[in-house]
């Protein structure tokens, strides 16, 4: 049973424009969700969080956006940039004693072509 | 450099035979995880140890071991191996010691291991 799920296994987009990749979870138990980008042969990087508390959290370019009554989530990308082409994974955390255990979606190749 | 580094970046193993992965942090931190990223899956927990002598299960520990052999390393086994284990495995440490953020990892480049 997939909790987190991204259906989308990949989006393009062209430079300057906005990139929203979506994300949907299922267990009601998840109060912190995070976004991750990975480049190939390289770890994932942590790119930008969330509390189930709040609804936004921006930083500079990027955004994300949490409806807790929908049990989805996106990730903003304005303007995107050809550096932005990578892996992103969208993850969720139970909190409490759960710290660092994430449960993952598939992720979302973003390729944002010059 | 400060962050996790894994050995070795890859491995091609014939079926039956065993390896261990290692990992080491140098950032001080209690808690250290293994997961594995498969196509179609993203990341999945392996095995995580919150402190230098205790481990715990995650999502998919069936076939792997791991040893917290001191606060820096952080190993995973495979006793013997099976082509489901054809993966790329990370470790992984938290990014800032009491983070306001949780969850937020500090990823190895991972060690990619195939199983013919």
């Known amino acids: 049973d997939q909790q987190v799920k991204q259906n989308s296994p990949s989006l393009s987009v062209q430079e300057g424009r906005i990139s929203i990749l979506n994300c949907d979870y299922t267990n009601s138990m998840f109060d912190y969700f995070l976004w991750y980008k990975k480049y190939p042969a390289e770890g994932p990087t942590f790119l930008i969080s969330i509390s189930s508390i709040k609804d936004k959290n921006e930083d500079g370019r990027f955004t994300v956006f949490l409806n807790k009554s929908a049990k989805h989530l996106s990730l903003h990308i304005v303007p995107s940039q050809p550096g932005d082409s990578a892996v992103y994974f969208c993850?969720?955390?139970?909190?409490?004693?759960?710290?660092?255990?994430?449960?993952f979606g598939q992720g979302t190749i973003l390729t944002v072509h010059p | 450099n400060a962050g996790v580094t894994q050995t070795p970046k890859f491995q091609v193993l014939k079926t039956g035979q065993s390896m261990t992965l290692q990992c080491a942090q140098d950032?001080?931190?209690?808690?250290m995880y293994w997961y594995r990223q498969d196509p179609g899956m993203g990341l999945r927990l392996i095995y995580y140890?919150?402190?230098?002598?205790?481990?715990d299960k995650g999502e998919v520990p069936n076939g792997y071991n791991v040893s917290r052999l001191n606060k820096r390393e952080f190993s995973l086994r495979l006793e013997s191996a099976a082509p489901s284990q054809t993966s790329v495995y990370f470790c992984a440490s938290p990014k800032y010691s009491g983070s306001s953020v949780p969850g937020e990892l500090f990823f190895g480049e991972g060690s990619r291991l195939t199983v013919l």
């Open positions: 140890s919150a402190s230098e002598g205790t481990t």
């Open positions: 993850a969720a955390q139970a909190g409490g004693t759960s710290y660092g255990k994430l449960t």
């Open positions: 950032m001080n931190h209690n808690s």
